[in-house]
């Protein structure tokens, strides 16, 4: 009766184990996905040579081709013409956002508060030299059972995040109000 009991409570303790790690990986995805745009978006500057652009809203991200001249550094500009040329882009399920912390930031806001215009996408560049601002992004989900964050720092030599998304701590709904 004892074995019984203790194989009944490890297994338990293995499903919720189990059921932890897959509300992870479901808020770490978009992460993951906004992580291979810049990469992408940094490849495609270099081996081009010209400048692309990642623009950043609240729920979306695309990377797009940018209509301003190489070396023209800066998130904030409006050179971009009608159709800016969307090569791919993605939205966030509902009830997740995102955060942006410019390289001039102390704290992250909603896109549209970083931009002093009121445009609502904050516009990362890609420059053909192979460099791009520092920026943070912050995703946040809402969403019950899956409420979390995930904090990304990008470097401006490789537009990767400093640390692996593996090593990014996944913090719960309590902790989500004092880290904004």
Do not use: H
């Not at 897959?22 to 810049?38: D, F, N």
């Not at 609240?58 to 070396?71: D, K, M, W």
Request: charged share 25%; net charge negative.
């Amino acid at each position: 009766m004892l074995t019984f009991c203790i194989l009944i409570l490890v297994i338990g303790i293995g499903a919720l184990s189990l059921g932890a790690q897959s509300s992870k990986k479901k808020v770490v995805e978009p992460a993951i996905e906004l992580t291979s745009l810049a990469r992408r978006g940094m490849t495609m500057a270099i081996t081009n040579r010209r400048p692309y652009v990642l623009a950043i809203g609240e729920n979306s991200v695309a990377l797009q081709n940018a209509n301003v001249r190489s070396n023209s550094f800066g998130s904030f500009f409006d050179d971009f013409a009608d159709n800016p040329g969307v090569i791919q882009s993605f939205e966030l399920p509902e009830g997740m956002r995102f955060l942006v912390r410019g390289w001039e930031d102390k704290f992250f806001r909603v896109p549209e508060e970083v931009r002093d215009d009121g445009e609502e996408t904050y516009f990362w560049v890609f420059e053909s030299s192979g460099i791009c601002e520092p920026i943070g992004v912050k995703l946040i989900s809402d969403v019950e059972g899956l409420e979390g964050m995930v904090t990304m720092n990008f470097n401006p030599l490789t537009a990767q995040t400093q640390e692996p998304l593996s090593k990014t701590t996944v913090l719960g709904v309590d902790n989500i109000d004092e880290l904004e």
